[in-house]
């Protein structure tokens, strides 16, 4: 991707080096405060959803991605509202690789604000962008506690992205999903999810989720997640058409689409797929969808709500 010498977004938090020092588990329950995250799946996960509200096209659904190995309904009771935790201080990294992995993120934040800030004044809305905030081990966000294990994340409760940037060696070493376009489609998919929240579909979610039941909310789930892919589609091709693209990208980010699908994940982690447990997509789901968005640019669509076959 081209990226070099362009424009950054202002919209980034460093907190590399800042340190953890920050107790508790993944999130809090009813009495901390905590709530659902959106994020990219690093295996062995559960999950829940549901949702409904509009971009001017039909938005319906949302979704919890969940942490390893923790129920989804002990997650989420309780609402999202922001954590006690105190924040951590802003401290730049030392790694010079990974400060240049910095500025390519602050690059791809940049061209997500362009793209939705466009979106958003089509549909008569205003866009307010996510702010990003890269970390190193721990530090605290509005949903509990960000643990770099969780891998990228992001929470409706402070309208933040969480990304420790030691994820994109996963991706690359363990997921073998390399290359920048895939580095560039894992924030856009999360940011594919503040679009969601902005669009009112999360606040509705955060009411309903109580009357479903996980494997609904599975389903659920797996469609708002879909949606976000196909959103991060959607900023590929907006992508394309700033020729920014390399030979090669669109590639990398449908390698890395395969290689998170849930079928793929649980077969590498326990050597077999249970389907309803599925919160984020099959393989060629996941695929499918970021290639909707990245070939027609219509975010309608990404009704992934209204299809009859995923």
């Not at 499918?288 to 219509?298: H, V």
Request: proline share 5%; net charge negative; glycine share 14%.
């Amino acid at each position: 991707m081209k990226w070099r010498g362009r424009k950054q977004s202002s919209h980034m938090e460093d907190r590399r080096g800042a340190g953890g020092g920050i107790g508790g588990g993944m999130f809090r329950g009813p009495s901390g405060g905590g709530g659902p995250s959106f994020r990219i799946p690093t295996g062995g996960t559960r999950g829940g959803a549901i949702g409904g509200g509009g971009l001017g096209l039909i938005v319906i659904v949302v979704v919890v991605g969940l942490m390893l190995g923790v129920n989804p309904m002990d997650l989420l009771s309780g609402g999202v509202t922001p954590s006690s935790a105190p924040q951590t201080q802003s401290a730049p990294g030392n790694n010079a690789s990974e400060d240049e992995l910095y500025q390519f993120m602050a690059v791809v934040a940049q061209d997500t604000e362009d793209l939705w800030t466009e979106v958003f004044k089509q549909n008569n809305m205003t866009y307010t962008p996510p702010t990003i905030v890269v970390y190193s081990g721990q530090t605290s966000a509005g949903c509990g506690v960000a643990q770099a294990s969780m891998g990228p994340f992001y929470c409706p409760a402070d309208q933040n992205v969480y990304l420790d940037l030691s994820f994109y060696d996963q991706l690359r070493q363990q997921f073998g999903a390399p290359g920048d376009f895939a580095q560039a489609y894992v924030l856009a998919h999360e940011i594919g999810h503040h679009v969601q929240q902005l669009t009112g579909v999360l606040p509705e979610f955060n009411q309903r989720r109580q009357r479903m039941s996980e494997e609904e909310a599975n389903a659920y789930s797996v469609r708002v997640e879909l949606q976000a892919d196909c959103y991060a589609g959607i900023w590929a091709n907006y992508a394309g058409q700033q020729n920014l693209l390399d030979s090669g990208d669109v590639e990398e980010a449908l390698n890395a689409a395969e290689q998170i699908g849930d079928d793929t994940l649980q077969k590498r982690m326990q050597g077999y797929a249970v389907p309803k447990t599925f919160n984020h997509g099959t393989s060629e789901q996941r695929q499918r969808w970021f290639g909707i968005g990245q070939r027609t640019g219509d975010v309608g669509q990404c009704d992934t709500f209204s299809a009859s076959q995923l």
